[in-house]
């Protein structure tokens, strides 16, 4: 049978309990997927993204085509072998990166055509040649190329955008390769306008896809106006196929998320927070440059399993971050990585309980009593 | 029975097999510390460092003392516990560092004033001063504080800057806590210049050390001067204490040394080399920057069991580092202490067996024979 296969084990209200199977694996949902931008999650090792309960990372298409290239790491064997990670892998489309970060951007009907922000070389994307690279790279779940609609636009900005998306959306479809295992997802857009995300999940639902996500979120319009589109978008969608909203987000945007029906995200959040020296924990987000953790032999978090928490002291890390160690960034990501995966398994197991609105009242209120940094 | 203790187990020529016996376990020796200048061995989990074999850390007294600061490591149950690094640890006196990283140093018969190179505070580092701190760190070996006499120097300049490291070691004895499984090291000074490597070893000897550090070498003067000084002056000292050469070095200069007698070592070449892509190994130096290897699946070294050997190609190697990704830093640290260890073992089997000298002649040949990048 070709395509990804997802399964609904549970429900509890709107939020499901599911799991996708992949050429290399099955990922329980909710799920969290970390970010691999370049083939590495930046300062953990694979083994260490690996026991931090990750199921599936996500890579960058629009880095990789540039460096590596894709061409190379398919005859590397593919992503899996090059940055020897065995899981499964999603791949973007490229089509959001594009837009932010190469020079010279050109968009027409047919694609994008770009100069690399990293040498200046000339590139063009498309529907056909973002399959060709996902492919390339070997992604168990390919994205269609889509333009991630800019926030704010107008309805007809937001619709003109959306159907141009659709049109990609559709030709991605043609383009890719059918194969056991590896799943192709098409993304609806439409911006903050119910009608406009209706008409796209509709289009998308006719094309067929093994998974749909939520794109044009998390791009400036705040919490609530998020909220308010995924009140109703996952509702438009088939209720056997995984739900994935891309680019979220900080732990109260995944609670949040989840008991309105999505299955699976990526954020740089964890990643790069834990570069600068964020925490995240039961009690709210923690500040390691502050002063006041100088002096504290306390772990980060006397509950968390972690190796930053197990082996060392508040003051440690607040040590090495004040002065720029390697070694802060690298277990404050492997904290953060691990403090995600662990709001992700507690979710599936109150949904599994009938009981995640309890736990989401609990979540709240425990962020909400404050600072960890107080206790 | 207070100090550290010493046992000879066997010798090979000049070449000593040995165990050095501290508060916080033994080492092996010929050994080679890695160095973890502010309470962390940079890119690297003390539980990895490890899990390459090295059993003794070097930690330097002058950072540690500016930032977060000796009493405060102190009060977190010292150095072992601030960095979860539960085996025995040297630290340096501050004396080198002092005058090499400084600002507005005036030295004198009692000792350095200088301001913080990282803000600018006034402290000073004199013998009681430097023997107060290091035994706050709870540091196993403290080495006495000195002047590490500039290259190149006249004999003048020489002896009088020996004899103030001697008057120094003296009173870095005195101010020296005596415990048990704790030892203190003078450090054999004098230059190029035989005579006064003499003299200064003859009047540490009637000080009294646990061990004895030969310094003021790899500073500009070049192996065969090094190894010149290193023929006579490990004669000079007491056969049955460590002989510690500071600040050394490459993989040959390790080999040369330990065949002239020296027991322990130092240097910050194999960390600071992983973090610039540059990795040691049976066949030379390979600098994973260089173009050839963006297409490499072999791994770095096939008889290496490291995990950047184990688990990833060069090719992969090679991209991390040409985008300065973290993992590139890490994977290589990881390597190059991995390889030291590994020689360090290697010679250590060698001398048991009494075989050095063939040991030495391969090893020099197959460095000779080139470049591992050739194969």
């Known amino acids: 049978m070709n395509g990804t296969q997802f399964k609904v084990l549970g429900k509890d209200g709107k939020a499901r309990l599911g799991r996708v199977e992949t050429a290399h694996g099955d990922i329980d949902t909710p799920a969290f997927m970390p970010v691999g931008t370049a083939a590495t999650v930046k300062a ?11 199921q599936i990372i996500l890579a960058n298409t629009y880095h990789l085509m540039l460096r590596p290239g894709a061409e190379r790491i398919e005859k590397l064997g593919g992503l899996h072998e090059f940055m020897n990670w065995q899981r499964p892998i999603l791949t973007d489309s490229g ?27 000339k590139h063009e994307l498309t529907p056909e040649r973002s399959m060709d690279i996902q492919r ?11 333009e991630c609609t800019p926030f704010p636009a107008t309805p007809e900005q937001a619709e003109e955008s959306m159907q141009l998306s ?12 059918e194969r056991q295992g590896y799943g192709l997802f098409g993304i609806v857009q439409g911006g903050i306008y119910k009608g406009l995300r209706e008409q796209s999940a509709d289009a998308l639902k006719t094309i067929g896809f093994d998974g749909y996500a939520i794109g044009g979120l998390a791009v400036g319009e705040g919490q609530e106006a998020m909220f308010d589109v995924l009140d109703y978008t996952p509702g438009f969608l088939p209720e056997g196929k995984p739900r994935y909203l891309m680019g979220v987000g900080k732990p109260d945007d995944l609670v949040g998320a989840v008991m309105r029906g999505v299955d699976m995200f990526d954020c740089v959040l964890p990643t790069r927070s834990g570069r600068t020296s964020q925490a995240f924990s039961r009690r709210g987000t923690i500040n390691l440059r502050n002063a006041r953790h100088s ?13 930053a928490c197990t082996n060392y002291s508040r003051a440690y890390l607040h ?3 004040k002065i720029g160690e390697i070694l802060g960034a690298m277990l404050l990501t492997w904290h953060n ?27 709240a209120d425990q962020q909400a009593r404050g600072d960890i940094e107080q206790l």
Chains 1, 2 share one sequence.
């Not at 659709?166 to 390769?177: G, H, L, N, P, Y």
């Not at 691990?338 to 989401?360: D, T």
């Open 295 to 307: 002096d504290d032999a306390r772990p980060l978090d006397e509950n968390c399993a972690c190796p």
């Open 44 to 54: 953990m090792r694979p083994e260490s993204v690996a026991e931090t309960g990750a």
């Open 136 to 146: 390339m790279l070997d992604a168990d779940i390919s994205m269609a190329f889509d």
């Open 95 to 121: 089509g959001f990166q594009v837009m932010s970060l190469a020079d010279l951007r050109k968009m027409s009907e047919k694609g994008v055509t770009f100069r690399s922000h990293v040498d200046g070389s």
């Open 166 to 177: 659709m049109r990609w959306a559709e030709r991605s479809k043609d383009a890719f390769v």
């Open 337 to 363: 990585l691990h403090y995600y995966q662990e709001l992700m398994a507690a979710m599936r197991s109150a949904i599994a309980a009938g009981n995640l609105e309890a736990f989401a009242a609990e979540f």
């Open 319 to 321: 040590h090495l971050v």
